[in-house]
C-alpha cells in the first residue's frame, strides 16, 4: 500500500492501536468522522488510526481502509469495518478540514523477516495462552502472515501501552523476542489463578 501524498492522510485518533493485517469495526457518529468516512469511500483512500488519550496523540500509527459498510443508519451514522495496512510516522498535524490531516512518512522498513527459533517460539507460548484462556486454537491463523507478530498481538492480553510499544518496533525480530519475553511472565500467572479457580470449584480439593 502507498501513503497518499503529504498532508493528505486523513487522522482518527481513537482509543486503540491498529495493527497491519487486523480488522477492527466502528461506529461512526460524529459529523467529522462521517466526513472521513465518506471522503475515504468516495476516493477509496485510507486514514490513519492513531492511539490517542485525551490530548495526547501517539507518533506512530497504522494505515486502515474501509473493507465493507455494514450498516447506515436513518440519522447518517455508520457502522463500519477497517482494516490495518501500513505503519507511519506523523511528522505534522493539520486541520484544514473538519477532521485532523497529517503529513507523515513510512514506517515500514526493509528487514529480513525471521522465519526460525523465535517465530516458533511465540507460536508455541500463543497457544498456550488460549489453552489456557479456554479459546479455541486454530492453526491456520499462523500459516498466511509473514508477520507473524502483528497476529499474536491481536489476541495475546496486551494493554493499549503495550500494543504501542510493540507497534514501533522495527524489525519481526524485535518484535517477537518482546512478545515471548511478555508471554513467559503472562503464562504462569493465568496457570496460577486456573488453579485458584479450580480449587474454589472443587471446595479445596482436585478433583480425580
Avoid: W
Avoid at 53 to 59: F, I, L, S, V
Avoid at 71 to 94: M, N, P, S
Wanted: aromatic share 6%.
Amino acid at each position: 500500500m502507498a501513503l497518499p501524498e503529504p498532508d493528505a492522510l486523513p487522522l482518527f485518533p481513537l482509543g486503540l492501536v491498529l495493527f497491519p493485517g487486523e480488522a477492527v469495526p466502528l461506529h461512526i457518529f460524529e459529523d467529522r468522522y462521517r466526513d472521513l468516512v465518506r471522503h475515504c469511500l468516495e476516493t477509496d483512500a485510507p486514514f490513519g488510526v492513531v492511539l490517542a488519550d485525551g490530548d495526547e496523540m501517539a507518533r506512530v500509527g497504522c494505515a486502515a481502509r474501509i473493507s465493507r459498510v455494514l450498516q447506515r443508519y436513518d440519522d447518517g451514522r455508520l457502522d463500519i469495518v477497517a482494516v490495518g495496512e501500513e505503519r507511519f510516522e506523523v511528522d505534522e498535524v493539520t486541520q484544514e478540514r473538519s477532521y485532523l490531516t497529517a503529513r507523515v512518512r513510512s514506517y515500514e522498513p526493509i528487514e529480513q523477516l525471521a522465519i526460525g527459533e523465535g517465530r516458533e517460539r511465540v507460536i508455541t507460548l500463543h497457544m498456550k495462552l488460549l489453552e489456557l484462556a479456554g479459546e479455541a486454537i486454530r492453526p491456520a491463523i499462523y500459516e498466511g502472515p509473514k508477520r507473524i507478530s502483528f497476529v499474536v498481538a491481536q489476541n495475546a492480553g496486551l494493554d493499549n501501552a503495550r500494543k504501542q510499544d510493540l507497534l514501533e518496533l522495527r524489525t519481526e525480530e524485535e518484535r517477537l523476542r518482546y512478545l515471548a519475553d511478555y508471554l513467559e511472565a503472562l503464562l504462569p500467572e493465568l496457570k496460577q489463578a486456573r488453579e485458584r479457580r479450580q480449587r474454589v470449584q472443587t471446595n479445596g480439593h482436585f478433583k480425580e
